[in-house]
DNA sequence: GTGAAAGCGCTAACAA
DNA sequence: TTGTTAGCGCTTTCAC
């Protein structure tokens, strides 16, 4: 059986009170009782019990990431970035796969499992605007991603809008006017797809080219397979296309697969832009310009956010937050040499 | 505040045992009592709290998993299914990242955290066979990978050595008898790259196919830029190859990314063959021949042997186990068009 | 079939 | 500066 603080105390000849002081560095004891202690501590190889010490400070020093899968790349990233920026700051990450599942989404909202730590990040892509209030829990959560916006907590997200529609102007500036979309989704105007096209679409009117509805191919999930037959679908089509816009790395991974089977040379005769930055996109052939969506920041960030909600810095004055990381675009060989 | 135990039992007109009883699912209770206090339970919205409850039993539901990082895609997937295994088993998992570094593995071991958890999954890079006691643990660990072996504790992990073996004596079955390695470890016996390598050079020798270490390229970390890297050397030096076998995908990526840099053919001038089969392997162009490992026969058995220890089924009684999965031979394009 | 009460190991008022 | 004590919310003997 390991040792508990009365035991050390025991030894010690002193209090647990007195054992307690010792370990949480409480300031006033004597320098003679202080090593006594942690004599006995040394003897008895003590390890303070996390379990009882939560349930008596009601917090414990986890918090829950809930995101769809982590064999998704971007969700692999987010997961490190996300547990480096918990440990800098003294805490565990304990991980829900949900698989992009409405259901599963909300059982993660409402499982018990949710007591075993302070706080949950939730990266929800099932849940839509309209579960806005299921997010209001009794315990601080943080929102990423783009399914709901306003919603009653704080919300760290990026700006899909903006970055989409400078990844289309760059293209544009590059003298391409077919520019394909892959991965859009059927009538979604909130959500990562529905906001990248509106970006999209804006960048489009503002430079006076038209919008042709068969550029763009739609499909649910962002998985490489799904680049390369959405790929296959738009050359089958004979839809003439100088370029592609793809809503994720991995499509876009995908997608430069089907074209050069195609025998498509890229960026000669179609050039590919994806959406993630994932350090893969850096060693395809070619390399992929991609959009930094400025995921350590989001990580980063959401941590933070969180912790201040956990330890009641800010709330509950401080009313839901919506914060914005910044993007970049990051230009490699699919677009053409750069300058 | 939460409603407890207490309030229910009050609201109910019970005693907070006969609450539990309900909660717990004790059988002798009558029916009327059960539904006076699911009403109760009901109308205050009780959750359990876990944290007592695991202060009280000993047990808090979730378990470690200690690996490298989550952005290496093979600790990902791995990752992945030991999230999907504990689920399965009404287990969360923790996930704590080492970098494989020897220290913070050995931090992971001892730190107090692994109270907040029932066992210990670790994926160690950094730990070597001298290490071997420090898995002693006052705590179920199972350890996984290739580092140490008939260690204190069980162990779940697959047949490097045959495995390495059957992917060269693929490629000399298709004619290569130049193979370069990519992803040595220097003067290493036991690891996934000494492994690796031992098998490589049994199939070897069983063909009377001569060993040349100038085939041999060493890089410590198993990143893309270093496969490329060892590539672009490879090349430099101007050792003559007609295969490339990549201790695992991630590299053999990398590799092929040089090599097409290069206007190497693959595979016709170069075949090429991975390790890990990643879910990228499929899309890469050319799609890549790799080594399957098991890799959910490992997620899976690990989490079925750890809960074994945990739940005392097997412990003390069953001495440490070493548990083999079985692997084997995806074949793709990077080898030529099977048959 | 149900209740009373002890105690898991710790923290924090309050006392001394 | 240190000790005493009352819980945190739950499970679990042991009565009744």
Redesign the pocket.
């Known amino acids: 059986?390991?040792a508990?603080?009365?035991d050390v105390a025991h030894l010690a000849g002193?209090?647990?009170?007195?054992v307690?002081?010792v370990?949480?560095d409480y300031p006033?004891?004597?320098v003679?009782?202080r090593e006594k202690v942690e004599a006995a501590i040394a003897e008895l190889g003590y390890r303070?019990?996390l379990t009882?010490?939560n349930?008596?400070?009601g917090r414990t020093g986890a918090i829950s990431l809930a995101l769809p899968e982590l064999s998704l790349s971007y969700f692999a990233e987010l997961a490190d970035s996300v547990i480096v920026a918990a440990e800098r700051r003294g805490m565990t990450v304990l991980i829900e796969q949900t698989g992009g599942d409405r259901a599963r989404e909300l059982e993660v909202l409402r499982s018990p499992r949710r007591q075993l730590t302070d706080g949950l990040l939730i990266s929800a892509l099932g849940l839509g605007q309209d579960d806005a209030l299921l997010l209001e829990q009794p315990y601080p959560v943080v929102l990423l991603g783009e399914r709901i916006f306003d919603g009653p907590t704080d919300h760290v997200t990026m700006r899909n809008v903006e970055a989409a529609r400078a990844a289309t102007e760059y293209l544009l500036a590059r003298g391409r006017r077919r520019i394909a979309i892959i991965g859009a989704h059927e009538g979604e105007v909130i959500g990562s797809a529905g906001l990248r096209l509106r970006g999209h679409r804006e960048a489009l009117e503002a430079a006076a080219v038209p919008f042709d509805q068969d550029l763009i191919r739609c499909t649910a999930l962002w998985h490489r397979s799904n680049g390369a037959t959405s790929m296959r679908e738009l050359l089958a089509s004979g839809v003439r296309f100088d370029a592609v816009f793809a809503f994720n790395d991995t499509l876009a991974l995908g997608a430069m697969r089907a074209l050069q089977e195609a025998g498509i040379r890229i960026p000669y005769d179609v050039a590919v832009v994806g959406f993630d930055n994932l350090d893969e996109s850096l060693y395809s052939l070619p390399s992929l310009t991609t959009v930094d969506p400025g995921r350590e920041e989001i990580a980063e960030t959401a941590v933070r956010v969180l912790l201040d909600r956990i330890e009641g810095k800010a709330d509950p004055v401080v009313p839901p937050r919506e914060i914005f990381a910044e993007f970049s675009i990051v230009e490699r060989e699919s677009t053409g040499v750069p300058g």
């Open positions: 059986m390991a508990t603080l009365h002193v209090s647990i009170k007195t307690s002081n370990i949480n006033h004891i004597r003679q009782t303070p019990n009882a010490r349930l008596r400070s």
